[in-house]
């Protein structure tokens, strides 16, 4: 009997699973803490038209509103709308990467103990100096302006002396889209929004294909930057002029739900060369289309009178409940002084004037004060008497910047038949080539949820203690891992290291089947599942080297401990590369010339040798700094 198991510990884990999707809320209002936009990566959907791509992007950014800005180089000039965030949430909860479990419970072990138990349009033409400035506008909370020129001071110039705040954007990134003839789309809030307002923008130039100016990224980007990229189009999308990676399973820490997932992806784009992404979901564009909105009853939302009832009402009608939801309730429902000042006095803290005065004194009692209130209107109503509350001009807004956008895009899911979602991790060095996609009709399709088989060893079910445990887990293409997950006592710990994180680097084109590059896990290579029957450690490659090489071995028991270390001629430890139990097969893992600490080592020969028993295995290695 199998039975489908995700571990309790990804109860636990909301990182995991994204989970922004339908669920249950503690909370009952539109207040119920902070709703900040997802920080692990940036999050793109890109729809295919005819001869023409529109583009929602995610803007992301935390500080204050008079410092925001967005440039964003275009290939053509772009028609400009809003979008919603509620679009990223659902996309997120329908095709976010998961990894399943199906424990057989009629196993010898069974369970362990523990487991029973848009707005005004004036475009203009203008120019100032060397800047043709093709339109302004306002879009929803945005100023926008679309400019182009050949000079690129000009353009740093133009965006300077129009309060477009650049940060260490310069002349530099912006040099090679000028020379590509690029026009540069600008946006700043409008004076009166604040950085709640921030919303999606959704853009539509003319495009035969999809793309991300990535350079410009670089500025200003995190370490290993989380790129998703979803395509809505008639087949199934691809990178175009980067190398497509499958990521080999043995890495995924299973027990965990796959928490390690965006690491795994990250080795293995490095593995391919820093820039390859890899197709978390590719299959019909219906897995997302009943998740827009709920059942939006505008003319009832107009009919009410009190501020109470509306937010009510809104919420029983599925309005999202996020950063955005939350500044357009503050503008429509302005909270009276009184609140502040008398009414949470006494509906929160009962008349407790030291407790009142503690919290001010700590900073809280604005957000305390603002949960309460939004939450609970009517428990405040005899400090609201002077509020006007207009339910037509709210809900006037409420249609303008999340229904229409919500129901336009789900038009276009209706329309177009499919959607792939690709993922990519970069940091700045690698951000020297846009990323470009395209499509391929012959490849298949993807699913986010993978699946392996697992069950329990132990010598004896009710005596054995749990750290002794063993979890066997066996892939879809036959291998098996075991581990001790609690072996350390403290817990569920990381599966073997030693894992090449790519399975297969591969370059995909617009038709036919993926061209091979690199195999590289023992399935992957055999082709039928065999292990070696020795160990053995290979000449690396490339020999000699000066950024990084690939140092291959070979391990014939399953999860033995081993050791991979690099020495100088000294004798002097410089590198541990391996250090635990290695799964039986083909294995290859680099080393980037840098010593324990991260340091550049010095030009020469070095020693990398392999440990394992009474197995004892040394080379020799070149490094050219």
């Known amino acids: 009997m199998l039975h489908s198991f995700r571990p309790f510990l990804t109860l636990l884990l909301p990182t995991l699973m994204h989970l922004s999707g339908p669920q249950a809320h503690a909370c009952g ?8 936009m997802n920080q692990v990566a940036e999050n793109i959907l890109f729809i295919q038209g005819e001869g023409t791509v529109t583009t ?12 925001f ?12 709308a809003v979008s919603h965030n509620q679009i990223f949430n659902q996309l997120q909860f329908a095709t976010q990467p998961g990894f399943q479990l199906n424990f057989q419970e009629d196993a010898n072990c069974g369970f362990p103990p523990i487991f029973r138990t848009l707005e005004d349009d004036s475009s203009v033409v203008a120019e100032s100096a060397a800047v043709e400035v093709v339109s302004q506008q306002q879009v929803g909370p945005y100023d926008t302006a679309v400019i182009t020129s050949d000079d690129s001071q000009a353009i740093v110039n133009w965006l300077v002396d129009n309060n ?11 040099h090679p889209y000028v020379e590509e003839g690029a026009f540069f789309l600008a946006l700043k809030l409008i004076t009166d929004r604040d950085v709640g307002d921030l919303q999606p923008i959704a853009l539509t130039y003319a495009a035969k294909e999809p793309g991300i100016p990535i350079r410009l990224t670089a500025v200003a980007t995190a370490p290993d930057l989380g790129v998703i990229a979803w395509v809505l189009a008639e087949h199934r999308a691809i990178p175009k002029n980067y190398l497509h990676v499958r990521i080999n399973e043995a890495a995924i820490d299973w027990f965990n739900g796959g928490f390690n997932y965006p690491e795994v992806v990250t080795l293995a784009a490095d593995e391919a060369g820093g820039q390859a992404f890899v197709t978390d979901f590719a299959g019909p564009s219906k897995v997302v289309n009943d998740f827009f909105f709920g059942e939006f009853d505008l003319d009832n939302l107009r009919r009410q009178e009190h501020p109470a009832d509306f937010l009510d009402t809104a919420l029983s009608q599925g309005f999202p409940r996020d950063a955005q939801m939350q500044a357009l309730i503050r503008r429509h429902i302005s909270m009276p002084p009184a609140v502040l000042e008398e009414g949470v006095l006494d509906v929160v803290f009962g008349g407790d004037r030291e407790a009142y005065d503690l919290v001010r004194e700590e900073g809280q009692l604005q957000s305390i004060t603002d949960r309460s209130f939004y939450n609970n209107i009517r428990a405040y109503d005899r400090y609201i008497t002077d509020l006007e509350f207009n339910a037509i001009a709210f809900t006037d807004d409420l249609e303008r910047i999340v229904v229409e956008p919500l129901q336009k895009v789900r038009r276009l899911f209706e329309e177009k038949p499919y959607l792939t979602r690709l993922y990519t991790t970069l940091s700045a060095d690698e951000m020297t080539l846009d990323p470009m996609f395209s499509y391929n009709p012959d490849l298949p399709e993807v699913d986010n949820i993978r699946f392996a088989e697992a069950r329990w060893d132990c010598a004896d079910p009710e005596n054995t203690p749990i750290e002794e445990w063993e979890l066997v887990i066996t892939l879809a293409d036959g291998r098996e891992i075991r581990t001790l997950p609690f072996g350390d006592g403290g817990g569920p710990r990381p599966l073997p290291i030693g894992e090449p994180a790519a399975a297969i680097i591969e370059r995909l084109n617009t038709s036919g089947p993926p061209e091979t590059i690199r195999q590289l896990t023992a399935v992957a290579e055999t082709g039928n599942g065999s292990v070696p029957s020795d160990w053995s450690l290979r000449q690396n490659y490339p020999n000699p080297f000066n950024s990084s090489t690939v140092l291959p071995f070979q391990a014939p028991i399953s999860t033995a401990d ?3 270390h690099i020495y100088n001629l000294q004798g002097q430890k410089v590198r541990t590369l391996v250090e635990g139990p290695v799964i039986a097969g083909y294995r290859e893992i680099s080393w980037d010339g840098q010593d324990q600490n991260g340091r550049i080592v010095a030009s020469g020969v070095y020693l990398y040798r392999l440990k394992t028993g009474s197995i004892d295995l040394t080379r020799k290695l070149l490094f050219l700094r």
């Open 29 to 36: 209002g539109f207040f119920c803490g902070n709703f900040p």
């Open 69 to 80: 800005a967005w440039i964003l180089p275009m290939p053509s000039v772009p028609e400009l």
């Open 562 to 564: 081993a050791a991979l």
């Open 56 to 67: 929602h992007v995610q803007l992301q950014y935390s500080g204050e509103a008079s410092d």
């Open 164 to 174: 477009y705040q650049l940060g260490d954007l310069g002349i530099d990134l912006l």
